[in-house]
């Protein structure tokens, strides 16, 4: 298969919108965040317990629940992208270990994968989500650890 210089730039252009969606979650950056979807985007995250809505009421919702936790770390892989004209779908894997503060040196670390199912459309400003669905493949969350130390602490010593 062979692509057209469009087809190549449109799906530089995708990737790097997951990658900044991504990046925005993990960066807890909301406005960075934000601007991955349109205005009237649908975004269902209830696979995983958790909310869906509009942009506004998710991103509320992603506020208030991340910040219990202490790191996540968002990976998007084995992108599926079909492009037709302004419109595409994507159907990407994704990887996320997340840190969920227990105690003052204690994390609970879990790990949840599964696939973000996406109806993405080009906009002026370039390509945006307008629907994201999550699709779960497995979830764990029982694994404790303990954080860093601080630097300078005594070898052996949790930090916070």
């Not at 919108?17 to 975004?43: H, M, Q």
């Not at 958790?50 to 506020?63: D, H, N, Y």
């Amino acid at each position: 298969m062979t692509l057209s210089l469009q087809e190549i730039s449109d799906r530089i252009e995708i990737d790097d919108l997951l990658t900044r969606y991504a990046t925005g979650v993990d960066r807890k950056d909301w406005d960075l965040w934000e601007s991955c979807f349109t205005p009237d985007a649908w975004i269902d995250y209830s696979a995983f317990g958790g909310t869906s809505g509009g942009v506004k009421e998710v991103r509320a919702w992603l506020e208030k629940t991340l910040a219990m936790f202490s790191m996540s770390q968002h990976m998007v892989i084995n992108r599926e992208v079909a492009i037709e004209g302004d419109a595409a779908t994507c159907r990407s894997g994704f990887y996320n270990p997340m840190a969920l503060l227990t105690g003052e040196d204690e994390s609970l670390l879990w790990f949840d994968g599964g696939y973000y199912c996406d109806e993405l459309v080009r906009t002026d400003e370039g390509w945006r989500i307008k629907k994201r669905v999550e699709e779960f493949s497995y979830s764990t969350r029982t694994m404790r650890t303990l954080r860093a130390p601080k630097v300078g602490a005594p070898a052996g010593s949790a930090g916070s």
